[in-house]
């Protein structure tokens, strides 16, 4: 592995670990809400967001599915390097990232039954990300909420199979916001 | 595996003989040791666990036997070069000094670092290893049959 | 009714602080340090290590230290310490056959290559308490022989070339891990090798004790038990290969058990195995008997009804850190679950009462 990619990871791991991971907890406690995340450096075309989610949520226990949009070299060498997490099919995985476009979602798993949370959290990688777009109900939204989601049908059919389902981070430069299985999306 | 054959060897042989040796002697060995080593942390030392894996009759299927406490670090020398540290036991300057080792053998310093350090852990690891083997020997059971019975 | 108690905290600060003065006992007694207890009670070390399922002589010393001795207690602190630790990943499974070993002895063949070597044994001591010891540690060094620069290679690969054993096929899955995925039935071989090796040493030493005096017999001769140290390697991605990433000694026992055969196939000894970290030879035994207990299924035999053979009794009831803690949890406070009981109670004996006065009086 070459120098560079073994850069760019967390400088101080448990605090900048810990400020992420209140992070991502807090926006898919508040679906919708935007949130700034910082200390991850990725190689393109990760963005910081995104390396920020990975660094704090992968490990060698997460199988990852890298979407073809960001299946590079050395995007492979840094996520081996800062979380060990190995590269599986879509079926497999417990997390993907991607461009909305490159991820196969009904490839993924949405848990069963007796383990709803045995399924997927998809990371999307979004151009941009804003408050306007898509309305949302639900858990952890006080009346409604607005965000730029890629295709409403998409989360209405994802609602549609709670308890079972799959959970998304939506990532942009070094922001992000969720959208859990629970939220009403119209 | 053939070292010939096998590029890696010989980094393979003092990354493992890092890991397995004390941490107090590789300090001791490191300090000692009069070589530059200015380098910037990738990965800050890190204490963790490994699980250990056998084989079901010893050489069947695997099973996860119990886990083992690692350390590891990562860093860079000023020229660049990449050193590694995956240390057994909890010592986080055991694994920075075998990550700045690793990175050090790769250059010109390699040559004192071998004489300095490896070459003398080395020496402590195998006197070790023969002692026991040793002692071992000594307890070695030699048979003799009784004779008995008609000829 | 439901009754809300708070209190007792200072009277848990100053249990907690006599905890502290008991563990140390008398101050005119020279303090245990931790690299006493590793070298000096080294089996201790290794039990927790192996019920602990962490390999780290240090850190089961202190626990050892911390819990007064207490073995169980310590295996509990060490559990708990595991949990905190991220994990690397997972090594390559690790090559007995490259032990060099302290020991390794044979039951079934005298003139084993690599020979019958007998290690620090107790065994052959007479079991008579040395006043010697109470009196002073200073002991001579051991003799020193002359190494055997060959390999100890299995006994069962001898057994296995000549096709007399049941052969044991590699597989190239990642095991199941019960640390992560709890326990499900039927388990695996691998989740019940892994449950047998962490598991209490008293209870699997039981069960494998009821398997010789007749509960699921399988009758079984101890065809090598070897320990000593072996590497550990593990594929470091960020470097493309594969490293020695330490050395762990290990206790490794395989069983030569009772044959079958049936009429299209010849008769073959099946096998147990045990392997435990550290110098743990009662349970690395206890383990390969068991293990050879709970496979009558796979290799078609009938199952008795033993306990040995109850892969659920076995694998449900081997934890001691599980045990303990459902088991001491019953000393805790459970005021109001009682109190609903002893409410139940007079009321029954009332009414028991009032009919037997109701039928003397008739």
């Known amino acids: 592995m ?53 660094l704090t949520l992968c490990d060698p226990e997460t199988p990852l599915y890298l979407a073809a949009s960001h299946d590079t070299p050395k995007v492979r060498d840094w996520i081996t390097f800062h979380t060990g997490a190995p590269f599986v099919a879509a079926q497999n995985a417990m997390f993907a990232i991607g461009a909305w476009d490159d991820l196969p979602l009904s490839d993924f798993a949405i848990g069963t039954p007796e383990y709803p949370d045995r399924s997927a959290t998809l990371i999307v990688e979004r151009p941009t990300l804003s408050n306007t777009g898509a309305t949302l109900r ?49 | 595996m053939n070292i010939m054959s096998d590029p890696n060897a010989a980094r393979k042989g003092w990354l493992g003989l890092l890991a397995k040796s004390p941490a107090a002697d590789v300090a001791r060995l490191w300090a000692a040791l009069q070589v530059a080593s200015d380098h910037t942390i990738l990965r800050a030392p890190e204490i963790g666990s490994v699980m250990v894996r056998g084989r079901a009759g010893a050489v069947g299927a695997a099973f996860n036997l119990g886990e083992m406490t690692v350390t590891r670090a990562s860093v860079k020398l000023a020229d660049g070069t990449v050193g590694h540290g995956y240390v057994q036991g909890r010592d986080k300057d055991h694994a920075l000094q075998a990550a700045c080792v690793d990175a050090l053998m790769q250059t010109d310093a390699a040559t004192s670092v071998n004489a300095g350090l490896l070459m003398p852990l080395q020496t402590m690891a195998d006197k070790y290893k023969s002692d026991r083997a040793a002692k071992a020997a000594a307890t070695k059971v030699d048979f003799f049959t009784m004779v008995r019975g008609e000829d | 009714m439901y009754v809300a108690v708070k209190g007792g905290e200072r009277a848990i600060d100053n249990a907690h602080a006599w905890l502290a003065e008991e563990r140390r006992g008398d101050k005119a007694v020279p303090e245990l340090s931790v690299p006493q207890i590793r070298e000096q009670m080294a089996l201790a070390v290794n039990r927790v290590m192996a019920e602990g399922s962490l390999y780290d002589p240090d850190l089961a010393a202190l626990a050892i230290k911390q819990a007064r001795g207490d073995l169980i207690e310590a295996i509990f602190l060490i559990r708990a310490y595991r949990t905190t630790l991220p994990r690397f990943g997972g090594s390559n499974p690790i090559e007995t056959e490259t032990m060099t070993c302290d020991r390794r002895v044979s039951a079934t063949f005298k003139d084993a290559p690599g020979g019958q070597v007998l290690g620090p044994t107790f065994d052959y001591t007479h079991r008579l308490l040395d006043f010697k010891l109470a009196a002073d540690g200073d002991v001579d060094d ?34 199941a891990d019960l640390t992560r995925t709890p326990l499900e039935l039927p388990a695996s071989r691998a989740l019940r090798l892994q449950s047998l090796t962490r598991g209490d040493e008293g209870f699997i030493l039981g069960m494998a004790y009821s398997t010789q005096r007749g509960y699921a017999r399988n009758h079984a001769f101890v065809a090598e038990l070897r320990i000593g140290a072996v590497a550990v390697e593990m594929d470091i991605p960020e470097l493309g290969f594969a490293i020695e990433i330490g050395e762990i000694t290990v206790t490794e026992s395989e069983t030569v058990n009772q044959f079958q055969g049936s009429k299209t196939q010849p008769p073959q000894f099946t096998r147990g195995y045990g392997l435990v970290f550290g110098m743990t030879e009662r349970k690395a035994i206890s383990m390969a008997l068991v293990d050879r207990a709970l496979r009558w299924k796979e290799l078609g035999e009938d199952n008795v009804g033993a306990p040995a053979q109850d892969e659920e009794f076995v694998l449900y009831h081997s934890d001691n850190i599980q045990a303990t803690g459902f088991l001491e949890h019953i000393k805790l406070p459970h005021y109001v679950d009682f109190q609903s009981e002893l409410e139940l109670i007079r009321k029954l004996r009332r009414e028991a009462q009032e009919n037997i006065m109701q039928e003397a009086a008739e």
Do not use: C, Y
């Open chain 1, 2 to 54: 070459q120098a560079q990619v073994l850069e760019g990871g967390f400088a101080d791991v448990p605090v900048d670990a810990s400020h992420a991971f209140r992070a991502v907890m807090t926006a898919m406690a508040r679906p919708g809400e935007i949130f700034t995340i910082s200390g991850a450096q990725p190689p393109a075309p990760l963005s910081p967001a995104s390396g920020a989610v990975l």
């Open chain 1, 138 to 186: 639900g858990p952890g939204i006080k009346n409604q909420a607005q965000l730029s989601l890629p295709k409403v049908q998409s989360f209405q059919d994802n609602a549609q199979l709670f308890p079972l389902g799959l959970d998304f981070i939506f990532t942009s430069g070094d922001r992000l916001a969720a959208l859990p299985r629970t939220t009403k999306v119209t």
């Open chain 3, 142 to 175: 051991a003799p020193l022989g002359t190494p055997h620069p060959d390999a100890t290679p299995h006994i069962m690969s001898f057994l296995d070339q000549e096709d007399l054993i049941q052969s044991e096929p590699q597989g190239a899955e990642t095991p």
